[in-house]
């Protein structure tokens, strides 16, 4: 079964049905996440081919019993499928890039999926003037109504790009004059490294970390030094203060 622990229990974010969703498939809605009860045959019929709608939409599909769905809906009718809406207009990676900005500063996330955390992170990437978000499709949680709350609106104001391959977009931004940092507490010392010009800081996830192909596109990792007992920040305080000491050093 997959996990649907962050799911934000609101109807108003969600398509109920099995016409109103491969309609909306058809429509190529923005949706974020399609939440699928399989019958005793498995996923076949319509079942089956809004499945494969949505996988070939690039659309996470996670597999759930009948009656998560049904406390999902508050017992509404929902025919063994739920899509969440897409709580913001994700952009391409081309279209974040030509955003016209001086020195730009992104932010990626690399397998967050606390929605709190991406919320605050948003938050505070619009705070510092931030260029924009990048999040992978796949194993991040996405812009849901939870992240959108959490952001306190700047999820509607600061671009959110979403990938299918986080490490090719490192690539392209690379290729795009932009130096590329983890954080990582393996890292040289975020207050001794000189952090100017166009940046991309990654942001990995509690306790995991940046994952490894991930960590090693970076042109260099960032640690945020310990004083006390614990050596981990949370993700969203941690990307905070790096993002500070960056239009710190550029005051």
């Known amino acids: 079964m997959g996990s649907y622990t962050n799911v934000e229990q609101n109807t108003d974010d969600m398509i109920i049905g099995r016409n109103p969703v491969l309609e909306a498939l058809k429509a190529e809605r923005e949706i974020d996440i399609l939440y699928i009860a399989p019958s005793e045959r498995g996923l ?7 499945a494969a709608r949505a996988r070939e939409a690039g659309i996470p599909v996670k597999t759930v019993d009948e009656r998560k769905l049904s406390d999902m809906t508050g017992g509404m009718s929902h025919q063994g499928v739920i899509a969440t809406a897409a709580q913001t207009h994700y952009l391409e990676l ?3 890039l030509a955003i016209p900005a001086k020195n730009p500063l992104y ?3 690399a397998g967050i999926e606390d929605p709190h955390n991406l919320g605050a992170i948003i938050r505070t990437a619009e705070a510092v003037g931030a ?5 992978p499709k796949r194993r991040n949680v996405s812009v ?6 959490t952001s ?3 999820a509607a104001v600061l671009p959110v790009c ?4 986080l490490a090719s977009a490192i690539d392209t931004l690379k290729d795009n004059g932009v130096w590329v940092y983890g954080a990582d507490m393996n890292g040289e010392s975020l207050y001794k490294t000189s952090l100017s010009g166009s940046l991309c800081i990654v942001i990995g996830a509690e306790g995991s970390g940046i994952p490894p192909l991930i960590r090693k596109k970076c042109d260099g990792l960032l640690k945020i030094p310990m004083f006390g007992q614990i050596n981990s920040l949370n993700a969203s305080v941690a990307a905070g203060i790096i993002m500070y000491e960056i239009r710190r050093q550029g005051l």
């Open 131 to 135: 260029a924009g978000i990048i999040i």
């Open 107 to 109: 932010i990626a996330a």
């Open 44 to 50: 076949t019929g319509i079942l089956g081919v809004i």
């Open 144 to 149: 849901n109504a939870t992240v959108y709350k």
């Open 152 to 154: 306190a609106g700047a």
């Open 162 to 165: 979403r990938v299918g391959n």
């Open 94 to 96: 081309d279209e974040l």
